[in-house]
């Protein structure tokens, strides 16, 4: 392996807000709070987990950056995430709408098995249907 | 793989397919890009190729988690810096050569250095250790 996928970055208005807010939706942990950066990892990635994995297989966590601007139009990246077939996929998704989070139209076909939500800053992310794996 | 009767090879997928089969809650990471730009970050990050199909592309690490997904023309033009980009960290000390180009962000003199991917996509390579 040449490199690892250290982080995902993402640019904010409000990076405290952001990644609270990420963190709470993934349930993750928010392990460093500034007002230029604020990181979130999963909750399990503790150090003892880091210690016992190979560098180049401890996945990536997020850190929210603040950035000059608007969203000019979709983004070109963003995350899909799945429910597991033992959860109610319509609860989480209402879930995260009351955190915030409202569907968005980027033009999918109404039968789409997946749902387009956008945080509360408009960063696009899907709900993909339920699996086990 | 069955091929139709003029031999043309077609697969049948099982309903619920399992693209994301391995992978954590997250997914995916799912991309506006080009196939080129699936070679290159396949080879970037040293994880194989798990889909490559009409310009479609998926990456994944050898040892499973999020998959990173480009799904091939049409793509919407690139306006401006992207919201969301990749940092990479080096093995040891080990310098990073992934033959991309170098841009200007404005970052002035910082530790890590300021790349973009074949579709112009920005991604930082922090400095080691």
Known sequence: ???????????????????AWWAEALDWTVIHESDKECVIVPA????????????????????????????PGKNRLHLDLAPHTSQDREA??????????????????????????????GNEFCVLSSRDS | VL????????????????FLAGTARIGALSSDGSQQVGHFWS???GWPLVWDQDEETAIQSASGGSKISWGGPPWRAKTGKNRLHFDL????????EVGAQHID?????????VLADPDGNEFCVLAPG
Do not use: H
């Not at chain 1, 040449?2 to 208005?13: A, E, M, P, S």
């Not at chain 1, 998704?93 to 800053?121: F, K, N």
């Open chain 1, 44 to 71: 399990w990635a503790d150090d003892a987990y880091i210690e016992q994995t190979p560098w180049e297989r401890v996945g990536p966590g997020m850190v929210f950056v603040p950035a000059a601007g608007g969203k």
């Open chain 1, 92 to 121: 989480e998704i209402q879930r995260l709408e009351r955190l915030g989070a409202r569907r968005v139209d980027v033009g999918q076909p109404d039968d789409a098995s997946w749902t387009v939500l956008a945080d509360p800053e």
């Open chain 2, 43 to 45: 080879e970037a990050l």
């Open chain 1, 1 to 19: 392996v040449t490199l690892r996928w250290y982080t995902l970055v993402v640019d904010c208005q409000d990076v405290r807000k952001q990644a």
């Open chain 2, 105 to 113: 962000l404005g970052q002035g003199d910082v530790s890590w250095v």
């Open chain 2, 89 to 96: 960290a080096p093995d040891g000390d080990q310098a990073a």
């Open chain 2, 3 to 18: 091929a139709d009767p003029e031999g043309n090879e077609f697969c049948v997928i099982e309903p619920g397919n399992n």
